[in-house]
């Protein structure tokens, strides 16, 4: 949504109506992730993409409709061999469904309020049943915008659950009205992917960060090894030790935290702050033996045993890596892993 809110705005700027088509289910190979999302203006204008140009010409028609009814649309589309020629499908041979409604002013407004406040929040959209068209927006201390009748409460109790994790889903309640389909669209913070040491396993980590558009920040109190000739590519590059460094940052759901400096000076007294912060994932380098001092060591700087055990340590999933290179990308493939719910 963060890419295409400008357009939008624009749009109701200039008296458009505008119509929002969402991915909300995916069923196996599918070339855009659940939440996708593309907009279509009643003048003609279209920005996003559901399915990266497999149907958003099917999807615009009936965007155009939506914005002449009113009435939002809930279409199914998927390919087989056989049709792949004859009609309007994924070419990728999975399904998705996408849902299709007029914008809402009023939640768009609240929307757009907390994408600016760069907050954890989340969106319940009733696709069907029950309170059919319904949307409310959700945040993590219980506050709403919008009103889902009797279904209120279930469903903000629910988000409320899913922004633990992180993890968009589409579940069916039931009510005294009959059974509804919700969408419960969860939108992170911005985001960072944090260092702690500036090491050449950092300087290829902060790479593959931002290519996979990560805010990158490095921390190192020796400016020798924290320097722009070693980490060009960074966004953030901080040479404070990494205690007093995180204590002055506002860290948030949308963080994910790697120790590599290898120094338990610097990775302790830093841990101990990670550890008590909203952060979505914290990893650490060493060894097993490694880690079980390091968890001596932060037992006895008061860290409970469930905070601790948030920590991935030995770090990165398990693909035999040699070498700084291979080590981040097991780092990387295991922040991607928990980022897609895949190893939580």
């Not at 196996?28 to 907009?39: D, E, Q, T, V, Y």
């Not at 040479?239 to 990775?267: I, K, R, T």
């Amino acid at each position: 949504m963060r890419e295409i809110i400008s357009e939008i705005e624009q749009w109701l700027a200039g008296g458009k109506q505008v119509a929002l088509a969402t991915v909300v289910k995916v069923y196996g190979s599918a070339p855009r992730p659940l939440g996708s999302k593309m907009a279509v203006s009643s003048a003609g204008d279209m920005v996003g993409s559901v399915s990266a140009g497999c149907v958003e010409g099917n999807v615009f028609q009936h965007a155009q409709e939506v914005l002449k009814t009113g009435k939002p649309k809930l279409m199914e589309y998927g390919i087989t061999d056989e049709m792949a020629f004859e009609a309007v499908g994924l070419l990728c041979g999975g399904n998705i469904d996408v849902y299709i409604e007029p914008l809402d002013a009023a939640i768009f407004s609240g929307l757009k309020d907390a994408l600016a406040a760069q907050k954890l929040f989340s969106l319940a959209t009733v696709l069907g049943g029950a309170h059919a068209g319904g949307r409310m927006l959700v945040f993590p201390d219980g506050h709403t915008v919008g009103d889902l009748g009797a279904l209120a409460e279930p469903v903000r109790d629910a988000a409320i659950e899913q922004m633990k994790t992180q993890h968009t889903v589409r579940q069916t309640f039931n009510t005294a009205a009959g059974p509804a389909d919700v969408f419960i669209e969860i939108y992170p913070p911005p985001q960072r992917l944090i260092v702690i040491g500036a090491v050449h396993i950092a300087m290829v980590l902060a790479t593959f960060g931002k290519a996979l558009g990560f805010r990158t920040i490095v921390i190192d109190p020796r400016d020798v090894f924290a320097s722009k000739d070693r980490f060009p590519q960074v966004d953030e590059l901080i040479v404070q030790f990494p205690a007093d460094a995180l204590a002055e940052m506002q860290l948030d759901e949308g963080c994910y935290l790697v120790f590599v400096s290898h120094n338990a000076e610097f990775d302790n007294p830093a841990l101990k702050i990670a550890l008590n912060r909203p952060v979505r994932y914290i990893g650490a380098l060493g060894s097993r033996r490694t880690h079980a001092k390091r968890v001596e060591s932060l037992t006895e700087m008061g860290l409970s045993a469930a905070q601790i055990a948030r920590i991935h340590a030995p770090i990165g999933l398990d693909l035999g890596a040699i070498g700084p290179e291979e080590i981040a990308l097991s780092i990387i493939a295991e922040i991607i892993a928990v980022k897609r719910g895949k190893a939580d």
